[in-house]
């Protein structure tokens, strides 16, 4: 199978999560590598399981303003999860912000303005609103299988070295060749999420050893995936959507993982 064949219904976001440049090209910003005692497929499901955020990452949340606060409330929101085929997935969070060229009269958030007072000096206003509606990132993660995550305002690496111990690389990117105050913001963004000092990777990272651990209680005890199941509808494409708090990207990946285990073409029906 070709490589555009192999992505097929994800294509489209991933051309929406490029559109971070804000009209310029994308650029890497540096990475940092880390290693964690666990499957791979464990982090995989993290990508597009909104169910942990407000639970895992509650000291990220108390340690941001009210206002972003509200913007990461998704979970009582109108955002969904929605299965693209071959094992790919989307979780979109924040609707608004799935379409970054969209939405440019919105009113820029707070914690932006600054970083707006500065570029207005040099761009007219409606490339500022691009650039700032860009810093922050895409509204949604997206899971490419097998080991690709595209997370909002960064991409992730997945490297299995052993059945109980994975690689990750998390790269931040920003705009080739775009304003350096506004990548600045989006590594500042960066590291205080990600990385062994930010207020997120540890608090995963943890959560995934916790799981690792958890499964290996007995064998005699099922793992459910079965958060929004029966909840599903079907577009007309035939992709899967629920929810976002559903576990519907996580089924998708491990149907594929079974087809490419056993070769055994598994099909995905609502409610099943």
Not at 170 to 197: C, K, S, T, W
Not at 240 to 250: K, R, Y
């Amino acid at each position: 199978m070709s490589l555009d064949a192999w992505l097929g219904r994800a294509k489209p976001w991933i051309d929406l999560f490029m559109k971070q440049g804000a009209g310029w090209p994308i650029k890497t910003m540096g990475e940092h590598k880390f290693t964690f005692p666990g499957n791979w497929k464990i982090q995989l499901e993290n990508t597009t399981d909104a169910y942990h955020f407000p639970i895992v990452h509650k000291s990220f949340l108390d340690s941001v303003d009210s206002e972003t606060q509200n913007t990461f409330d998704f979970v009582e929101g109108n955002g969904y999860v929605e299965d693209l085929g071959h094992g790919h997935s989307v979780m979109v969070m924040i609707p608004d912000l799935v379409d970054l060229d969209e939405n440019l009269e919105a009113p820029i958030p707070e914690r932006f303005q600054e970083l707006a007072d500065e570029l207005a000096k040099d761009y007219p206003d409606e490339q500022v609103r691009r650039i700032v509606r860009a810093v922050g990132g895409s509204g949604f993660n997206l899971n490419l299988f097998p080991n690709l995550a595209c997370s909002m305002a960064f991409f992730r690496v997945l490297r299995p070295l052993a059945v109980m111990e994975t690689e990750i690389r998390h790269v931040a990117i920003g705009m080739d060749g775009g304003p350096e105050p506004a990548n600045e913001m989006r590594l500042r963004l960066h590291e205080h999420f990600q990385g062994p000092m930010g207020f997120g990777t540890p608090d995963d990272s943890e959560a995934w050893d916790r799981v690792q651990r958890g499964s290996l209680a007995g064998r005699d005890i099922s793992i459910l995936l079965n958060r929004g199941l029966g909840h599903e509808a079907q577009r007309e494409d035939g992709n899967l959507f629920s929810d976002v708090s559903a576990e519907t990207g996580m089924r998708a990946a491990y149907r594929q993982w079974l087809v490419d285990m056993t070769g055994k073409t598994v099909r995905a029906e609502n409610g099943e």
